[in-house]
């Protein structure tokens, strides 16, 4: 399983830079033809090899092995509750207030967004008329 979720990372993250092989298997300090077989998940990477890749791609090796991946990606797509707000003073006294993410605790820019723009977090805004002050820490 590691080694798929490995290869589907490596895969994606070619994709998405658009490298080629050749490129990201410098950047990994890897053999092209090795890091094909990775690609492929033929292989079954050291460790020592897989912290090549971390540091090639800048990635925790969560990232790579998809370790709790789709259990996240999951949480991520249920809504979860807006409850808290923070409280910004202005320099002429007034005060402006921000609706808190409940999951990454950033400020949301506008109130009733559907997603997080900090961490992707589906939001619902269904009780926020009851959301209480966030203290500062
Ligand atoms: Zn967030």
């Avoid at 002429?92 to 949301?108: D, L």
Wanted: charged share 20%; proline share 5%.
């Amino acid at each position: 399983m590691f080694s798929k979720n490995l290869s589907l990372s490596v895969l994606s993250i070619c994709d998405s830079r658009d490298l080629s092989y050749e490129t990201a298997s410098e950047l990994c300090d890897l053999s092209p033809r090795y890091f094909g077989s990775i690609a492929r998940g033929q292989t079954a990477p050291s460790i020592n090899t897989l912290e090549k890749l971390c540091i090639g791609f800048d990635k925790s090796p969560n990232d790579l092995l998809g370790f709790e991946t789709s259990k996240e990606e999951l949480a991520f797509r249920i809504a979860s509750q807006v409850v808290h707000f923070r409280i910004y003073p202005f320099i002429n006294g007034s005060t402006t207030t921000f609706p808190v993410c409940p999951h990454c605790a950033g400020s949301i820019e506008r109130e009733y967004q559907l997603f997080c723009s900090n961490c992707g977090q589906r939001l619902s805004w269904d009780f926020y008329q009851y959301a209480t002050p966030l203290k500062k820490k």
